[in-house]
């Protein structure tokens, strides 16, 4: 008889009808109490969970999303190669932060890499058929088509990292300038007196930060900036590697370095081994994210600690507001969201 009563009056898949009739309440009630409403009385919303649970009932939430014109998924979107995507514990942090506050939610979650120009062209056909509700969007360069390509087909998006001052999209970011000013402020405190740096890819805004809050920081103490003294790496171990044989070739005198990320600091610490200096004895060592990476690092690298997975949260949040607000995309943008968030200078043996 159980049995039965579970699955319904049809023998099927029980019905929201059949849910109301069991509660004695009408079909709108039933919706509303399973849509978390607070219009519901207390007394109510308990009949209904009863006859949820006594006949199984289970909502069909893609009828519901078709219905309200919704897909109920939203799309990471990572403009860069997988290789950089495993390789960087930015971007498993990231995506840990987005899934853990996703998961309170209905929304499934696409990864979707677009980190060539055929790729590109795939997800400009998938968005354009608006196959998700919003789209985070990770790791953009200034010149990347995408963010405009969101703003054209009127897609809620936020971005991670600021492409400019100027950023029409909702965005995350960390403080890169105040970390960056830190980093520097204590390898002078710490005496080192010929301090050089290794930025990221420079037509990311994050980098240039960077690279600003490092000048910001020797010009307040009345130092000189040698341009010698900055080498532009690209993010990766290699490419820490390459600056920094650059930096010694230019600058043998080097006593400090503030590498743009932990994973560039690594290739940096493998380029000064190579040419027999000791961290921190001959050269101090600083990088930015406070990964993984850096705890195991020999020694412990120095780090700005920026808050990823924070980050990843505060994403979905502001997503899932863009998609709740039903005014067109241009009055959203009256009301640019630009949430900075505090980094933090964590100090360990490499300086």
């Keep these: 008889m159980a049995a039965h009563a579970a699955r319904g009056r049809s023998g099927g898949r029980p019905t929201l009808e059949e849910v109301a009739a069991r509660a004695g309440v009408g079909r709108g009630t039933v919706s509303r109490v399973i849509n978390g409403s607070p219009r519901v009385s207390a007394a109510t919303r308990t009949a209904v969970e009863a006859a949820v649970a006594e006949l199984g009932y289970v909502p069909n939430t893609a009828a519901r999303a078709l219905a309200a014109n919704r897909t109920d998924a939203i799309a990471l979107v990572v403009p860069e190669p997988e290789t950089r995507f495993f390789a960087e514990p930015y971007f498993s942090d990231v995506l840990r932060g987005v899934g853990a506050q996703l998961s309170e939610t209905e929304m499934q979650l696409l990864l979707i890499f ?3 120009d055929q790729r590109r062209q795939r997800l400009a056909q998938y968005l354009a058929a608006h196959r998700v ?4 969007l990770v790791s953009v360069h200034a010149d990347d088509p995408l963010p405009d390509l969101l703003t054209q087909l009127e897609i809620p998006a936020v971005i991670s990292g600021r492409r400019s001052a100027e950023e029409a999209l909702p ?24 301090i050089a ?6 037509d990311v805004y994050g980098a240039q930060r960077r690279l600003d809050g490092y000048r910001t920081a020797l010009e307040g103490a009345g130092r000189t900036v040698d341009e010698r003294l900055i080498a532009q790496g690209d993010f990766t171990e290699e490419g820490g590697r390459r600056a920094m044989r650059e930096l010694l070739a230019a600058c043998p005198g080097v006593d400090a370095v503030f590498a743009g990320s932990d994973v560039m600091a690594a290739g940096a610490r493998q380029a000064l081994r190579e040419a027999g200096r000791r961290i921190p004895d001959d ?5 930015f994210d406070d990964s993984a990476i850096a705890r195991h690092m020999d020694p412990p690298l120095t780090s700005v600690r920026q808050p990823i997975e924070e980050m990843g949260r ?11 607000d039903g005014r067109p995309a241009a009055a959203r943008r009256l009301e640019r969201r630009q949430l900075v968030l505090p980094t933090e200078l964590v100090e360990r043996d490499s300086s």
């Design 283 to 287: 050269v101090a060592l600083v990088g």
């Design 114 to 116: 677009a980190g060539n």
């Design 171 to 194: 965005s995350v970011d960390s403080d890169n300038y105040a970390g960056a000013c830190s980093a520097v402020d204590h390898l002078m405190a710490r005496g080192r007196t010929s």
């Design 197 to 202: 740096t290794i930025t990221g890819r420079l």
């Design 314 to 324: 505060a994403m979905i949040d502001l997503l899932l507001a863009e998609i709740a």
């Design 133 to 136: 509700d919003g789209v985070l």
